[in-house]
Each structure stands twice: as C-alpha cells, then as structure tokens.
C-alpha cells in the first residue's frame, strides 16, 4: 500500500492548527519541526511523523470544524500572534478551540469578520480572483459628491500597492455616508481609495462577507448557521484555492 503524504503546510491547515499561509510563516522562522528536524518549505510528511511547533506537538484528532461570525470591535487587531500584540482577536474572543479569522479587517475599523479552525476553506474565501462579495458602510470627512461615486467605483491607481482597484458597487446613503462592495482585499482598500480623492475615512464598518451578514452586537460572536454555511459551501464550491496574479497594475 502505497503511503500518502502531505505538505507540512496542508496538515497544519486541515488540524485547523492555522491557515497554510500563516503555517509557511511558521515554517520560514524556523518554528516548525517534523521529527526534531527544522523542514525545508513545501516538505511532505507521512502520517507516522511527528510534528511540533514551537515545542508543541501537533496530532490530528479533530471532531469537527468550527466557523464563527464576530462583529469586531475597533481597536481588535486580527492576529493569531497573542504573545505580540495584547489587543488581539484570539484573546478578545476567548474562544475554546484554536481558531484564526478569514482575513483582515484592520485596527481601526469595525464589523463582521469570519473566524474558524478549518483552514482549507480560507483561501476559497479569501482569492480576489474569486469575486467574492464583502460589503462596508462607511462615514467621511465632508459631503460625497456623484463624481466621488462615479470614481470610487469605477477604479481608483493605488500607487503605493502598484494596483489599479476593481470596479465595484458603490451607493450614497446620506451626504457623508456611502455604502461599498468589493470583491477584492487589498490593504487598507477603501481608506486608500478615499485619500485618492482627497476625502478620509472618519468610521468604517464591514456588515456582510457573501451570504453572510452582521447580526450581532459588537464585540460579540455567533456561529454559522447550518443554512448560512451550506450556502457559503455552495458560493465557494468552484472557488480556487490558487493565488492568479491581479492583471490590473498602474502602468508606468
């Protein structure tokens, strides 16, 4: 019988120990050892190996899968790293299991954000390329404009990530507050686009990730609905796992 292997990475996402990019993480610092021996990226193991990181043995003994739905206060940072940062996603939620979020929402802003220890699911989530839905209101500076409108959702250059973003949905609520959809990620994508336009971002709060939406009070989490997560199955069913680069860059 022919004995099945698997990258280092992929068992530490399918114990829903991390995600395989925070597990390739680990394995770059040196953190991760298969039999006492630090591995090489992309190493395969056989299921009599055993795995440690940090000194902690990894086993497989999972029952089940856990995804939750946080409404993430501002000030939370969403890291797995507790021992660096005090604010941290993983002790605010105080959660029984170890799980990790889908994903970024940054510092100082507000709102959904899926957390889970299933980590094959989150790059299907997470691949701009998949076009994957994540919806935000948010409150600026001085009164938005239709030509702010017309931009904000037709492409904004962001020099800076040498990326030019993707068209979206963009709708004005009141005359300092919009609402936007995008389905890309890219790091700090709305308060970026907003400064293009010479407008800053007062509060931003993210409130639906596909089919899911924020129904809770903030600071408090709930888990997916058996309906919410057969649906996100369905969503994500011809998703890839695979990074396809962006071809909208700024051309020089």
Do not use: W
């Amino acid at each position: 019988m022919e004995v099945q292997l698997k990258r280092i990475n992929k068992f530490l996402s399918e114990v829903g120990y991390c995600s395989r990019r925070e597990a390739d993480k680990l394995i770059e610092a040196g953190r991760v050892t298969i039999n006492g021996v630090i591995p090489e990226m992309g190493t395969k193991i056989a299921p009599e190996d055993v795995v440690h990181v940090d000194g902690e043995e990894i086993k497989n003994n999972k029952e089940s899968f856990v995804y939750l739905a946080f409404n993430k206060p501002v000030g939370i940072v969403c890291t797995t790293d507790t021992s660096v940062e005090k604010d941290n996603i993983i002790d605010f939620i105080n959660y029984p299991k170890r799980i990790f979020p889908i994903g970024r929402l940054d510092k100082p802003s507000e709102g959904l954000i899926l957390l889970t220890d299933d980590g094959d699911i989150v790059n299907k989530i997470l691949r701009a390329s998949n076009n994957h839905e994540k919806e935000y209101i948010v409150k600026v500076d001085k009164p938005i404009s239709q030509t702010f409108i017309e931009r904000m959702s037709g492409g904004i250059p962001l020099a800076e990530l040498n990326r030019v973003t993707k068209q979206c949905k963009v709708e004005k609520l009141s005359t300092y507050q919009f609402k936007i959809i995008l389905t890309q990620g890219l790091n700090r994508q709305i308060r970026r686009m907003c400064e293009y336009l010479t407008y800053e971002v007062e509060t931003l709060k993210r409130v639906r990730i596909m089919n899911i939406k924020m129904d809770m009070p903030v600071g408090e989490y709930r888990e997916l609905t058996k309906e919410e997560f057969n649906e996100l199955n369905n969503l994500i069913s011809n998703s890839t796992k695979e990074y396809r680069k962006s071809p909208r860059r700024i051309k020089k």
